[in-house]
């Protein structure tokens, strides 16, 4: 039995998903050719061409280090939140694991996957967009039942100089901030 309402934040959470999904499927696509034979057999699918599956599952996140977190809440925000949780994580091998204050000022720990879906370069300056799904283990509001964790699905994008940047994040009513060293 979830203790919070998620109707609001989880209609939200599908919307940018299937966006974010979207834009990932039709970025590789091929224009339409009239001069297509459509009675030809298909030639053998190019490497580089990928199932919507394949684009969704992404590829492992890049090992890195996740220092500081800060956070802005969208709905149930009070003057009592915290904005700032000291958070120390790892991508590594594309799983992640990582501990913070949460906005109750409580020690909070998760774990899971971590993907991603699009990344590009331009120099020495990179990006990557992707998806973290796992386990968080320390709001007590949000737990499922009274085992103390509650799942966790959340968006990324990672912007960086070399090896040293931010990551911008959304899950549930929150966006998130933090620095990123990547090895």
């Known amino acids: 039995m979830f203790k919070t309402n998620f109707s609001h934040t989880a209609s939200q959470l599908f919307i940018l998903l299937a966006v974010f999904f979207g834009f990932s499927l039709f970025q590789n696509q091929k224009a339409y050719s009239a001069e297509e034979d459509f009675g030809a057999p298909s030639p053998p699918r190019a490497e580089t061409e990928k199932t919507a599956m394949e684009l969704f599952w992404g590829e492992p996140a890049m090992d890195t280090l996740y220092l500081g977190m800060w956070s802005y809440h969208f709905v149930d925000d009070d003057d009592e939140y915290q904005t700032t949780h000291n958070l120390i994580g790892l991508a590594f091998k594309g799983f992640f694991f990582g501990t913070f204050e949460n906005s109750r000022d409580d020690r909070a720990w998760s774990g899971g996957v971590q993907r991603d879906v699009y990344r590009t370069t331009w120099g020495p300056i990179s990006m990557e967009a992707g998806y973290r799904a796992g386990i968080l283990y320390g709001y007590e509001k949000m737990e499922i039942g009274n085992s103390g964790l509650f799942p966790l699905i959340q968006l990324y994008s990672d ?5 040293v940047g931010m ?12 620095f990123l060293i990547r090895f």
């Open 159 to 163: 912007i960086r100089y070399k090896n």
């Open 167 to 178: 990551q911008f994040a959304w899950g549930g009513s929150a966006l998130t901030a933090g």
